[in-house]
């Protein structure tokens, strides 16, 4: 069984914490966590299937580990490998902007090759716009987490989502 490579950022250990918890419900031995501040354009390559997660902040801006490896990760190829996304952000004080970190991550993985997984249900959520939506505007393009107006849905959301992307990943 192949091992999953998961890269996160984070400031306030909200995205870490969602990170670990990801970990845990897959299987300690199954994935490799590497936050984005010290991780490595050459890590990406050691893994056919990868989550990547972060944090949306205030008005659709990168975490600030993203933003700095932001150049490196747009010239990552991800040809041949599976991508799921995950990200955090505040539905209600930030409405308009609601996880377009998420979506960024996810556009750039899937036009450097990558086959996206782990898309979800915009169901349940109340927001103006997003980098996150499909087209249809009925699914995220990967895990929405809102650990301010909705920290007590964070578990059940992990952990159907885990389920999806241990099929969709093939595990």
Known sequence: MSKVGLFYGTDTGNTERVADLIKQKMGEDLVDVYDIATASADDFAKYDKIIL?????????LQSSWDDFWEDFKGIDFTGKTVACFGLGDQADYSEYFLDAMGMMHDIAVENGATPAGYTSTDGFEF?????????EEFF???????????????????????????????
């Open 128 to 136: 103006d716009e997003s980098k996150a939506v499909t087209e249809d």
């Open 53 to 61: 997660g972060q944090p949306t902040w205030y008005y659709g801006e």
């Open 141 to 171: 393009v990967g895990l929405g987490i809102d650990e301010d107006q909705q920290p007590e849905l964070t578990d059940e959301r992990v952990d159907n989502w885990v389920e999806q992307i241990k099929e969709e990943f093939e595990l």
